[in-house]
């Protein structure tokens, strides 16, 4: 069984809804890439960073949609591994030498500290486009939820998204970005994926067009919260409990929210995010959703 790792004050039914998910989702994972006829490193890489471990939050995501509108899906687990798959991918060409030249991930070596950089890009490379054949594969989706779901992660995965964000952050470097223009970075490159996960969810649970507004709204709050939150991390974390070297941020003259804000600053900024983020669900039937848990979590996480 595959269990998170404890953190302090964590809410029991949040907790064993994480246990629950992430245990289901890592063997659809393990499949998805053992089941390719394919060089044996390459798997062999692929699956070291897939399984390295990790909080799940996007595809978890997913999952909190549809059990927050009392909704279920046989392709949930799918979608949510293509969304990890690419994830993954991103982790792995952020480590290498030419981005932030990372030795650790999570607690362990990078995956081009284990298999050489040629092996970890085409591994990054592989997940990427496999990951939509993922969804295309994934059981009881309509060919009209397989194209909605298909473009939705395109654009949050390109360079409309992620890939875009990315390229905006180091282009930044060693520059000083206004907040809005900090918040733009991070809209894109860590606050798309996040919300084309709620998205998903809405997808699959067949949401209706004003709550999907809703859960739209409250993903790109919780995305800008989660990115507050990592760069607090950077600066008081604890190396031996995020899994990844701090202060890495300020050694690269990356623009962060307590750079720019002060700690302070950047705090008071992570609570307004998560209010916003809590308001956006309220229209939920149950009084303790697991978005508003999962948006809890996410400004009082230690790695």
Do not use: C, W
């Amino acid at each position: 069984m595959t269990r998170l790792k404890e953190e302090i004050g964590m809410n029991e039914k949040l907790k064993e809804f994480m246990d629950s998910r992430v245990d289901d989702l890592v063997p659809v994972l393990e499949d998805a890439v053992r089941n390719l006829d394919t060089d044996s490193l390459l798997k062999e890489s692929m699956i070291y960073s897939l399984t390295a471990g990790g909080k799940r939050i996007r595809p978890l995501l997913i999952s909190a949609v549809l059990h927050d509108l009392g909704r279920v899906h046989p392709a949930e687990l799918h979608v949510g591994a293509a969304l990890e798959m690419i994830h993954t991918y991103s982790l792995i060409h952020d480590d290498l030498p030419a981005m932030d030249d990372d030795d650790l991930r999570r607690g362990k070596p990078t995956n081009h500290k284990v298999y050489g950089e040629a092996t970890a890009i085409l591994a990054g490379d592989a997940m990427l486009t496999e990951s939509f054949s993922v969804i295309g594969r994934a059981p009881s989706l309509t060919d009209s939820e397989k194209l909605e779901l298909i473009l939705l992660l395109t654009r949050a995965a390109g360079a409309e998204g992620m890939v875009g964000g990315q390229m905006l952050d180091m282009a930044a470097e060693k520059k000083k970005l206004s907040e809005q223009e900090l918040e733009n970075v991070h809209r894109l490159k860590t606050g798309a994926l996040l919300t084309f996960a709620v998205e998903a969810g809405a997808v699959l649970s067949k949401a209706k067009s004003t709550e999907r507004e809703q859960l739209r709204r409250y993903a790109r709050h919780i995305g800008i919260a989660f990115q507050i939150q990592d760069d607090i991390l950077d600066v008081v974390g604890d190396e031996k409990v995020t899994g990844k070297k701090t202060g890495a941020d300020a050694e690269q003259g990356k623009n962060t929210y307590p750079g720019i804000l002060t700690m302070e600053g950047a705090k008071k900024k992570l609570i307004h995010h998560h209010t916003e983020a809590v308001k956006a669900v309220s229209f939920l039937k149950d009084p303790d959703p697991i978005l508003r848990l999962l948006a809890d979590y996410i400004i009082h996480r230690v790695s």
